[in-house]
C-alpha cells in the first residue's frame, strides 16, 4: 500500500510539470516562429529595397527609408535620403543586374540589423561600379513597418 501511494504522489507531482513544459515550448514554438516571419519580411524587403534600386523606383525607396536615413558608403562618403533619391531619380546611377546572398537579419526587440552580401552590375555617372559588397543595413519598426535609419558597405576585393 504503501508502495501505490508513492506512485500516485509522483505521478501527481509529474503530471503539472510536464503539462508546464509543454505549454512552455509552445509558446516558445510560437515565438520562434513569429521571430522567423519577421526575419524573412525582413529578407524579402531587402530583395524589394535592391529590386527598387535596379528599376530606379524612388518612391518604394523612399518608403524604405526613414527620414533620417544616413549610408555610408565603401570609400566612407556619406549619402542622406534626399541624396540618394536624387541620384536614383537623375538617372546617374545605373544598376544592370544584382544578386543578394547570406541575407542574415536579427531582432532587437524594434531594430533588426540585416547583414548581406550583394554583388552589383552597373555604373555610376558612367563609372563601373560592378563588384561584390557586403553591406549592414539597420531598420527600425514604426508605425507597424520597418523603414531603414542606416546602411553601411564594404567592398569586398577579390583575389
Not at 546617374?92 to 536579427?106: C, F, G, H, N, R
Not at 532587437?108 to 550583394?118: H, L, M, P
Not at 549592414?136 to 564594404?154: E, I, L, P, Y
Request: charged share 25%; aromatic share 8%.
Amino acid at each position: 500500500m504503501k508502495r501505490f501511494l508513492i506512485l500516485i504522489a509522483a505521478v501527481c507531482l509529474a503530471f503539472p510539470a510536464a503539462h508546464g513544459q509543454t505549454n512552455t515550448n509552445t509558446q516558445t514554438n510560437a515565438s520562434q516562429d513569429k521571430q522567423l516571419k519577421v526575419e524573412q519580411s525582413l529578407a524579402a524587403l531587402e530583395q524589394e529595397w535592391a529590386n527598387a534600386v535596379k528599376l530606379q523606383d524612388a518612391e518604394k525607396i523612399d518608403r524604405i527609408q526613414a527620414e533620417e536615413y544616413v549610408f555610408t558608403g565603401p570609400a566612407g562618403q556619406v549619402w542622406t535620403k534626399t541624396r540618394e533619391i536624387d541620384t536614383i531619380k537623375s538617372g546617374d546611377l545605373v544598376i544592370d543586374s544584382y544578386e543578394l546572398s547570406d541575407v542574415q537579419p536579427k531582432i532587437y526587440g524594434s531594430t533588426a540589423v540585416v547583414t548581406f552580401a550583394i554583388t552589383w552590375n552597373g555604373k555610376f555617372r558612367g563609372a563601373d561600379i560592378s563588384g561584390p559588397q557586403r553591406m549592414t543595413d539597420v531598420f527600425v519598426k514604426r508605425d507597424g513597418r520597418w523603414q531603414c535609419v542606416a546602411s553601411q558597405a564594404t567592398r569586398i576585393r577579390l583575389p
